[in-house]
C-alpha cells in the first residue's frame, strides 16, 4: 500500500537502539545548543530580573500541563497501546485509533487551552502566589498575566505535536520529533534578539515567539505523518476502545513520567516568594542540568519505549528484559560523568555560557550553587527516565505513580522542613535546598522504580552488575581529580575573554573525557561488556 511503511521487529539489537539514540542525541543536541544560545539571548539582554521571572513563569506554566496532559504522560500511554495496535490489528483500525485520538484529545485541549487563557490571573496566583504579595514587583504580576494568554495555546500546538511525534518514533521515524525542538529554538531566538527590543514590553515578544514556535513545530510534523499513510482527519472517539484504554492508562501516567516537572513546579512557587532572580538562577542551572538529561537520558528512553512496547505486545519477554538491562548499564556510563562535570564545573559553565551584560558574577555565583545540587542527581532523573518505560511499555501506570507520589511526598517534607525555613532565617541561597530536594526526590523515584522492576522479574540481578558500577566509581574518581586540578578559580576564569572562557571550557571537557574513558580501558571495563546480550544468556 503507498505510503505504509513495514512493521519493525521486536527483536532489535544494542548496536540499532545505539544508532537511533544517536539519531535522537544528535538532534537533541542541536536543540540543546540552540537553546543555549537562546538562554544567552535572555541573560544578555534581560538578565535574571522581575522582566524574565515573569516569562519564565508564564512559560512553565503550559509546559508543566504539557508533561501533565500530552507529551509526557500521553506518550507513555498512547505509544504503548499504538504499537500493540500496530502490531496486532489492521491497517484500517489503526488509522482508526490516530483519527480518534487526535480528536478527542485536540477538543479536549481547545477547551482547555480557552480556559487557561480566561483564568490566566488565577493560575499565575497558583504557580507564582509570590507575585502578588512584593509591592516593588507590581508590575510583575500584570505582566506574567498577560503573557501567558500569549504563551498557552503552546500547551494545544505542542500536544497535538506529541501526537504526531509518537506515530512517528513507533515506526522508527524518530529524527522527526526530535529535530522539531529545534525550530522552537529558533524561532525563540528570533523574536528575543530581533523582535523584543522594538516592543515597549519585550516580555510580550518573548510570549508571541512561544506562540509562533508552537504552531511551526505542529506544522513541521503534518507531511511525515502524510508520508507514513497516518494523516487524517480528526473524530471525536470518546466512546472508541483504544481512546478509552489511552486515557486510562494517561490519569495515573501523569503522576508517574512527570515527578521531576512536579518538583520544579514546586521549587518555583516557594521560589516566588524569596529574593528576586530565584526563579532565574534555578531556570539557568536547571537548563544545564537538563542539557545532558536531554541528549541521551530522554533520547535513550525516546528509542527504547516503542521497542519495549512491541516486545511485551508480542510477549518477547527476554528480549524486553535484554533491551532494559542494556538501557540501564549504558544510562550509568554516560550520566555518572556528566554528574561529576556539573559539580565541579558548575561555575566554570555558567561563567562561560550566560556572563555578561545584565547577567552579574553574583547571578553566576548564586546559579551555580543551584546547578551543583541539581547536578548531583543527574544519575537519579536519568534512570528514571529509563526505568519508567519498563513499566509503561507494559501498560501497567499504577506503580510509577505510587512511586511518584512517594518521592513528591519527601520532596515537599523537605522543602518544608529545611527549604522554608532556611528562607525563614535569613541565611543565603535557599534556592539552592529547592534543587537539593529535587535531586533527593530522584534517587528515591530511581530506587523504588528499580526495586519494582526486580520484584516483577523484568529487570532480575545481573552477576556482572556491581562490577560494572565499580569501575565506572573509579573513573568517576580520577575525572574528578584531574578537574579539580586543571580548572582555574573561578575569579580568574570571569576575568578572562569570552573566546578563552570558551576554550578553557572546550579543553577541560575534553581532557575530562579522555581522562574517564582511559580509566575505564585501564580497569578492565571492555566495549564488548556493553552490548545488548542474547536473550537466555548470562552476563
Known amino acids: 500500500m503507498p505510503g505504509q511503511s513495514p512493521q519493525p521487529s521486536t527483536h532489535v539489537s544494542g548496536r540499532q537502539l545505539l544508532k537511533s539514540t544517536t539519531t535522537v542525541g544528535a538532534m537533541t543536541l542541536l536543540s540543546r545548543l540552540l537553546g543555549l544560545v537562546r538562554d544567552m539571548v535572555y541573560a544578555r539582554f534581560f538578565g535574571a530580573g522581575f522582566l524574565m521571572d515573569a516569562f519564565f513563569v508564564a512559560f512553565k506554566i503550559p509546559n508543566i500541563f504539557r508533561r501533565w496532559s ?42 482547555f487551552t480557552a480556559i487557561g487563557v480566561l483564568a490566566a490571573p488565577l493560575l499565575v496566583l497558583l504557580f507564582a502566589p509570590g507575585f502578588a504579595t512584593e509591592a516593588a514587583d507590581a508590575d510583575r504580576f500584570g505582566l506574567t498575566v498577560d503573557m501567558l494568554r500569549l504563551t498557552f495555546p503552546y500547551l494545544l500546538f505542542i500536544s497535538l505535536s506529541a501526537v504526531a511525534g509518537g506515530i512517528l518514533n513507533t515506526y522508527h521515524r524518530f529524527g522527526v520529533p526530535a529535530f522539531s525542538p ?17 516592543y515597549a514590553r519585550p516580555g510580550m515578544a518573548l510570549a508571541a515567539g512561544v506562540f509562533a514556535a508552537g504552531l511551526l513545530q505542529l506544522g513541521f510534523m503534518l507531511p511525515f505523518l502524510r508520508r507514513i499513510g ?22 495515573p501516567a501523569v503522576f508517574g513520567s512527570s515527578v521531576a516537572q512536579v518538583s520544579i513546579l514546586l521549587d518555583s512557587l516557594i521560589a516566588s516568594f524569596l529574593v528576586t532572580g530565584s526563579i532565574s538562577w534555578l531556570y539557568y542551572s536547571d537548563r544545564l542540568m537538563e542539557f545532558p ?22 510477549a518477547s519477554a ?12 549504558v544510562v550509568i556510563l554516560i550520566s555518572a560523568p556528566a554528574s561529576v562535570g556539573l559539580v565541579i564545573l558548575a561555575g566554570p559553565m555558567l561563567g562561560t555560557i550566560f556572563y555578561g551584560g545584565q547577567f552579574t558574577i553574583t547571578d553566576v555565583h548564586m546559579a551555580s550553587i543551584s546547578l551543583m545540587a541539581y547536578g548531583g542527581g543527574l544519575v537519579a532523573l536519568t534512570l528514571v527516565k529509563v526505568l519508567a ?36 532565617a535569613g541565611m543565603p541561597a535557599p534556592h539552592a535546598g529547592l534543587a537539593l530536594s529535587t535531586s533527593l526526590a530522584g534517587f528515591l523515584n530511581a530506587g523504588l522504580l528499580w526495586r519494582g522492576l526486580r520484584r516483577d522479574g523484568v529487570l532480575p540481578p545481573a552477576s556482572g552488575l556491581p562490577r560494572f558500577l565499580l569501575r565506572v566509581a573509579v573513573a568517576c574518581g580520577v575525572m574528578a581529580m584531574l578537574l579539580v586540578i586543571v580548572t582555574p578559580p573561578l575569579p580568574r576564569w570571569l576575568e578572562a575573554a569570552v573566546w578563552l572562557r570558551c576554550l578553557w571550557l572546550a579543553g577541560v571537557i575534553a581532557v575530562a573525557v579522555a581522562a574517564y574513558f582511559a580509566t575505564l580501558l585501564a580497569v578492565g571495563l571492555r566495549p564488548r561488556e556493553l552490548r545488548m546480550k542474547s536473550p537466555g544468556s548470562t552476563v
Open 70 to 111: 500530552a507529551e509526557g504522560a500521553f506518550s507513555q500511554a498512547f505509544v504503548p497501546v499504538f504499537a500493540e495496535h500496530d502490531q496486532n490489528r489492521s491497517r484500517e483500525e489503526v488509522r482508526e485509533l490516530v483519527e480518534r485520538v487526535t480528536g478527542t484529545l485536540g477538543a479536549a485541549l481547545l477547551v
Open 182 to 198: 529545534v525550530l522552537l529554538n529558533l524561532v525563540m531566538i528570533g523574536f528575543a534578539a530581533f523582535v523584543a527590543p522594538y
Open 230 to 251: 497516518m494523516l487524517s482527519w480528526p473524530r471525536w472517539g470518546w466512546s472508541h476502545q483504544g481512546v478509552r484504554r489511552i486515557m486510562t492508562l494517561m490519569v
Open 293 to 314: 538529561l536531554g541528549i541521551f537520558g530522554i533520547a535513550l528512553a525516546t528509542v527504547i519505549l516503542p521497542n519495549l512496547s512491541r516486545q511485551h505486545a508480542s
Open 318 to 329: 527476554a528480549q524486553f528484559t535484554a533491551t532494559l538491562e542494556w538501557a540501564v548499564r
Open 389 to 424: 518505560p519498563g513499566y509503561f511499555a507494559r501498560q501497567d501506570t499504577r506503580t510509577p505513580v505510587r512511586v511518584g507520589l512517594i518521592a513528591l511526598g519527601c520532596n515537599m517534607a523537605f522543602n518544608v522542613a529545611v527549604v522554608v525555613p532556611w528562607a525563614l
